[in-house]
């Protein structure tokens, strides 16, 4: 059974920082793409970031240089760097793994999803 968990979610005030971590399990996902996801309330979800296989790496404009995705192919692990948090940086954040490319993720969509960790950032 596969399962994705988040960790490192919190309160932070703006211009702080949190490392975010989802660890995969059930299955090898070394040749899987890992990425992040978020949604605010009232709001849909928005990607993120995502990593293929191979270590390339894809940002969304709205985070591009304040956040930094990066994985552990060993560990079947995905983290996600934030720094410079906003206030409108607060949402539930999500991991996700796909099979195929970064382009199916920018899509939003995904073979597997976590539950989800709250992120918090106060002004």
């Known amino acids: 059974q596969v399962q994705l968990v988040e960790s490192g979610g919190g309160l932070v005030q703006a211009g702080g920082s949190l490392r975010l971590s989802c660890a995969a399990s059930g299955r090898t996902f070394s040749r899987y793409t890992m990425g992040w996801f978020r949604q605010a309330p009232g709001k849909e979800r928005d990607f993120l970031a995502a990593?293929?296989?191979?270590?390339?790496?894809y940002h969304a404009d709205s985070v591009k240089g304040r956040f930094t995705i990066s994985r552990d192919v060993t560990k079947n692990t995905v983290y996600l760097q934030m720094n410079s948090l906003k206030p409108e940086d607060t949402a539930v954040y999500y991991c996700?793994?796909?099979?195929?490319?970064?382009?199916?993720?920018?899509?939003?969509?995904?073979?597997?999803w976590g539950q989800g960790t709250q992120v918090t950032v106060s002004s």
């Open positions: 990593i293929s296989w191979n270590g390339y790496t």
């Open positions: 996700a793994v796909d099979r195929d490319g970064i382009g199916t993720m920018i899509s939003g969509r995904a073979d597997y």
